[in-house]
């Protein structure tokens, strides 16, 4: 809403974002990371042409990985080794960011919850069933709050 004192020409209009770009995340352990977000939960690593030429230099040294999810959104990672969390137990970890959610097919939601216990990655919340759907919530390497999520099944 304007404040009495913005003019119309001080704010973007509707539409004028057209989509999230990236996301970028800060990583400690970038092989741990990269394993989770591209082997775990199955995203595309961008590699040789695929990644931007801007981020060329610092993905090859290793300083850098992108991920692309199946809606298009780049997922940056950028290697921080002396990264440490405000409190190391992620449940009391302050961040602005509360989790990143990936939507997945209803009939595919227990099979991810499965993968998510066979590699021993503690769930944090869930899974939940509610009016929106199921979700279960769990953290990356670093302590970041993943969520994967389903519409509710119709069927």
Known sequence: MLSTTQSVNS???PGNLRKVHHIALNV????ASRY???TILGLHEL???EVPATLLELVASGKVANFITPDGTILDLFGEPDLTPPNPDPEKTFTRAYHLAF?????????AVT???ENKIAIAHGP???PTGRGVYF???DGFMIEIRCDPDVH
Request: glycine share 6%; aromatic share 12%; net charge negative.
């Open 47 to 49: 590699t040789g042409d």
């Open 36 to 38: 989770f977000y591209g």
């Open 128 to 130: 939940v069933t509610r």
């Open 103 to 111: 939507d997945i097919d209803p009939q595919l939601f227990d099979r």
């Open 115 to 117: 993968v998510i216990r």
């Open 28 to 31: 400690r352990d970038m092989q």
């Open 11 to 13: 704010v973007l209009a």
């Open 139 to 141: 953290y990356d390497p």
